[in-house]
């Protein structure tokens, strides 16, 4: 079969498969019917990222040798000429969409050049006229015309700009003390697209990358749009936005989880510095809230919906998926609601009591994974237990705010422990020896 | 979404795209072929900011004025700005109005500082100009635009409040042609 047939072929069945006519193991039958099994496929992500990068060097290219004779051209060229890069990709659109399924590697570069082309034409018309420089109007502009090229052609680099865009325009907002309120609706009209692609095509290739650029654009945006309006609740905000990619990544799916484990990693991680940092005093003195203040910040934060909607999330997984999950698990999941009950009730007066009680959260993640990992002989959970037992042990190590007896006793009673542990899990595995 | 549906939806998708750049386009040709031109002074500024990349930062000069009569305007409040001319022929703001005015020219302008006396957000903030005169450009700026001497005024075309810079002009020179007179020396 020739090369040109393969491309088509490779490009119906992605169609087929998406649309529930035939499944993997028929679709891996038919490639290797034609041949067509593995090398077409890379092939394809070989062209799709070459075009990618060849569309956009070409296109900065233009625009630069535009640039360079741009001073001596009148305002009538120069108008026309701004047009020329949103014409040439629109052209360029049609053509992919005219050829259907055969032309699918080229559809990520075309839709990238199309995207890039609408910044460069307007940006080529503020020129010409002298227009005032408003990033935000310029960025939203550019967002609002470029949005529909995703759902269009199914563009995950074009949503990956998209995502870039509207974290840019929030962190511009915030920072020049306007209103972020906008970001949110910036961030409604993407979320269809990104939910069908999530539940419908986890197993394509781009869908991890996808996920992840959603992901990175949130954990930055978030916290930039509701700083205006939590203040001193962000440690919550935070440990929330990490227990949701932590829940999301974590839960068991028939295909590919959906960020390929990287959503673990980074919510982990991000739930081990926030709650070694909740260790400290000095962190609780400036983020407590003695009880009167409850009612009142509690009220604010729920009724705005957002904060108490992160909160909840990982829980609501945790629930669905509670059996199925090993304690450590769940624990991380509950930490936005740990912290949100312990912040609403610690007196900043009374900080050092709070930091002391919350070392028992990292101790419980951390003993918890080693436990689980040890049963499952899971290596990564293993890891991860380390993770948070070693960060809380070099923390406490240095803590020059408890005694060095307290912490020589901590530490006897815990190594203790983990011997204890130890001892117990080689004698298991004695046993099931003996027994097989 | 079928072959015929994502044709449809494409074409209709580049029709906005082409048709906001040309109502760009189309409002500011019809102010720059109809409307008035007045020579506004520009506010001196700091002699090592005034170029960034490629473009002339200006301010306009005059942009503290009272706020109508009975009224206290908010930081980002529009408001509409009446042009008048002094007798050697540059323009300023004469006084400021909550409402569109009936007659004579103004410009639709935002307020960066409210309160009794308002303080204006400049609607003319840059001037593009070619990178190779850029330098020979800022030079010449810099000498006319300081504070003890500023001949430096911006040619904006106004038409139904809207305004579009024509050009900045240096000793009378527009500023494309003050700095190839400086390139090429005395």
């Known amino acids: 079969m020739s090369r040109r047939h393969l491309v088509w072929l490779n490009g119906e069945m992605e169609r087929w498969e998406r649309e529930g006519v035939i499944d993997k193991p028929t679709a891996a039958r038919i490639r290797g019917l034609y041949g067509a099994d593995a090398s077409p496929a890379s092939r394809s992500i070989a062209l799709t990222a070459l075009s990618i990068v060849g569309a956009l060097l070409v296109g900065l290219g233009i625009i630069l040798l535009l640039a360079r004779n741009w001073g001596d051209l009148s305002r009538p060229v120069r108008t026309i000429l701004a047009f020329a890069p949103l014409l040439v990709t629109q052209a360029l659109t049609w053509r992919v969409l005219q050829r259907g399924g055969s032309a699918r590697p080229w559809w990520e570069a075309v839709a990238t050049g199309w995207a890039l082309s609408i910044g460069a034409t307007v940006a080529l018309i503020a020129q010409t006229y002298h227009l005032p420089g408003d990033f935000r109007v310029f960025l939203v502009s550019w967002l609002l015309l470029g949005l529909p090229i995703v759902y269009l052609l199914d563009s995950s680099v074009v949503f990956s700009l998209y995502a870039a865009g509207s974290t840019a325009w929030v962190i511009d907002a915030v920072t020049s003390n306007q209103p972020p309120d906008f970001y949110w609706w910036l961030l409604a009209a993407v979320t269809p697209w990104l939910w069908h692609r999530l539940r419908e095509n986890s197993a394509r290739q781009g869908t991890a990358w996808t996920a992840l650029a959603g992901v990175v654009a949130l954990l930055v945006g978030f916290p930039f749009a509701l700083a205006p309006l939590l203040g001193r609740w962000w440690p919550v905000l935070f440990a929330a936005l990490f227990a949701c990619v932590y829940a999301l990544d974590a839960v068991e799916r028939d295909g590919p989880r959906f960020l390929r484990g990287a959503g673990r990693l980074l919510g982990a991680l991000g739930l081990l510095i926030l709650s070694i940092a909740l260790t400290f005093a000095p962190f609780w003195k400036q983020h407590g809230h003695p009880p009167a203040d409850l009612v009142t910040k509690g009220r604010l934060a729920f009724d705005h919906g957002i904060l108490g909607l992160l909160v909840l999330s990982p829980l609501l997984l ?52 080693l436990w689980a990992g040890m049963r499952r002989e899971a290596v990564g959970t293993i890891n991860l237990g380390m993770l948070f037992t070693g960060a809380l042990v070099a923390a406490r190590f240095f803590d020059s705010d408890m005694s060095f007896t307290a912490r020589g006793l901590a530490f006897v009673i815990l190594g203790s422990l983990f011997i204890a542990a130890n001892i117990y899990m080689m004698r298991r595995k004695g046993g099931r020896h003996e027994r097989t | 979404m079928n072959a015929p549906k994502k044709t449809l939806v494409f074409l209709l998708i580049a029709c906005v795209q082409l048709a906001v750049p040309a109502w760009m386009i189309v409002t500011r040709e019809r102010t720059l072929s109809g409307g008035h031109a007045y020579r506004f002074p520009v506010a001196p500024v700091d002699p090592y900011d005034a170029f960034r990349g490629r473009y002339v930062a200006i301010r306009l000069d005059g942009l503290d004025l009272p706020a109508p009569t009975g009224t206290v305007m908010a930081s980002g409040q529009r408001v509409y700005a009446r042009i008048a001319q002094r007798p050697d022929g540059t323009a300023y703001f004469e006084s400021l109005s909550a409402s569109r005015p009936a007659e004579g020219d103004y410009l639709d302008v935002r307020v960066r500082d409210g309160g009794e006396q308002v303080h204006l957000l400049s609607p003319f903030d840059r001037f593009y100009l070619d990178e190779e005169l850029a330098p020979a450009a800022e030079a010449a700026y810099r000498e006319h635009a300081s504070r003890t001497n500023n001949t430096t005024y911006a040619v904006i075309r106004v038409r139904e409040g809207r305004g579009v810079i024509e050009d900045l002009v240096i000793a009378d020179l527009p500023i494309r042609q003050a700095a190839i007179q400086r390139t090429r020396g005395p």
């Open chain 1, 318 to 369: 945790t629930v669905r998926n509670g059996r199925r999950w090993a304690p450590h698990q769940v624990l991380l999941s509950l930490s936005p609601l740990l912290m949100l009950l312990t912040s609403s009730m610690t007196d900043p007066d009374n900080a050092v009591g709070a930091a002391r009680l919350f070392n028992l959260y990292p101790l419980g993640v951390g003993a918890l994974a």
